[in-house]
């Protein structure tokens, strides 16, 4: 093959990744207790139908949805039977399986209709650990006021009280790491926050921004 048509053929294959990249879904990293706390509705549900909506360009994708808990948003919808999505995973839609397993759903409300994506956090209910069933049950709502700041690279510190220092992403194990597993960002006396792991009654812990 000539330099030339070489040349040409790399160039348009990296023209080719280059829109293939700009055209997927892009969501920054979260903590479980951020996507609770910057979350209109939380619910634990489990998906009995679905419906292709044709209202826009690339469609909206309807989930029926038979809501077994409330954890937060009772004050938005009193009970969730739908929720909207994008058809699109580039679009950050999300894809969930019919009748098979009970979800944890986080999402946002808009004209009445709760939306949710691949940027919220939505998982299985039975790969939560215990200790995101009891932040998502109560504790998470207490550290509300709490940052949680990632820390991509060392050095880190938190530059404020209300910090938690999030180290998730410096673990070779990848993500959810930890941290997302197993602590949550508590607020305590005289509005300092602290990593909170719960445990056993005989073996409860608090712990300060450096742990774990």
Known sequence: MKPCLVLAFLLFSLVCL?????DACSCAMSHPQDAYCHSDIVIRAKIVGKKLLDDGPFGTLRYTVKQMKMYKGFEKIQHVQYIYTHDSESMCGVKLDINKYQYLITGRVHDGKLYTGL???IERWERLTLAQKKGINHRYQL????RIKPCHSLPCFVTSKNECLW??????FGFPGY???HYACIQQKEGYCSWY???SARDKLSVNTTDP
């Open 18 to 22: 280059m829109y293939q990249a700009s």
């Open 119 to 121: 940027c919220n956090f």
């Open 143 to 146: 550290g509300c006021n709490c």
């Open 167 to 172: 180290t998730d992403m410096l673990s070779h």
């Open 179 to 181: 941290q997302s597993r």
């Open 197 to 199: 792991r719960g445990m």
